[in-house]
């Protein structure tokens, strides 16, 4: 069974960079892409960004040159670096990986105070 773990959530002021990260249990070259999804409360959740195996990255328009994400297939690890926060960015934010199966994270949670 795959494990997602992700850390890196927290408290920070609107403007500021948080960085987060997924740790696969498995080489994360066993899935075709890995992203981040991300939940507000109330809302559904939404794709935030994802990276191909190929190195293909997609970002959701509301983030597209605020966030990037990257990958280390050394670290088996996705993060997601995401700078000049908004408070509508709050959320919780799952790691994603597709392979034989669509695996998912617990999350972690992102607070943005304005």
């Known amino acids: 069974q795959v494990q997602l773990v992700e850390s890196g959530g927290g408290l920070v002021q609107a403007g500021g960079s948080l960085r987060l990260s997924c740790v696969a249990s498995?080489?994360?070259?066993?899935?075709?892409?890995m992203g981040w999804y991300r939940q507000a409360p109330g809302k559904q959740r939404e794709l935030v960004a994802t990276?191909?195996?190929?190195?293909?990255?997609n970002y959701a328009d509301s983030v597209e040159d605020r966030f990037t994400i990257s990958r280390d297939s050394a670290k088996k690890s996705v993060y997601l670096q995401m700078n000049s926060l908004k408070p509508e960015d709050a959320a919780v934010y799952y790691c994603?990986?597709?392979?034989?199966?669509?695996?998912w994270g617990k999350g972690t949670l992102v607070t943005v105070s304005s």
């Open positions: 994603n990986a597709q392979g034989s199966n669509n695996y």
């Open positions: 498995t080489g994360i070259f066993n899935f075709n892409a």
């Open positions: 990276i191909r195996s190929g190195g293909t990255t």
